[in-house]
């Protein structure tokens, strides 16, 4: 199922009483109001890139290129 909000693959969450299907990326979940008080605009990969730290950035970056975090901060 896809994320109506930011087209994401969404995944069962089976946490609950009543299971819902919810989107890791941008955190909507199933039955949810997705009015302009919830709803944040989209942010690119490097608007994303300048708000985190060096170790949260090297996460993001090995994880886009399937590297070993290893490589990308040496």
């Known amino acids: 199922m896809k994320c109506p ?3 994401h693959e969404m995944t069962l969450d ?3 009483k ?5 989107c ?4 909507y979940i199933e039955g949810r109001n997705m009015g302009s008080e ?3 605009p ?3 990969n490097y608007q994303r890139l300048r ?3 060096i170790n949260e950035s090297i996460a993001f970056i090995s994880k886009g290129l399937n590297l070993p975090e290893s ?3 040496a």
């Open 5 to 7: 909000r930011c087209g």
């Open 14 to 16: 089976g946490h609950r």
């Open 18 to 22: 009543i299971d819902l299907f919810m």
């Open 24 to 27: 890791y990326e941008c955190g």
């Open 38 to 40: 919830v709803f944040t």
């Open 42 to 44: 989209k942010t690119t």
């Open 51 to 53: 708000g985190l730290n």
């Open 71 to 73: 490589k990308v901060s």
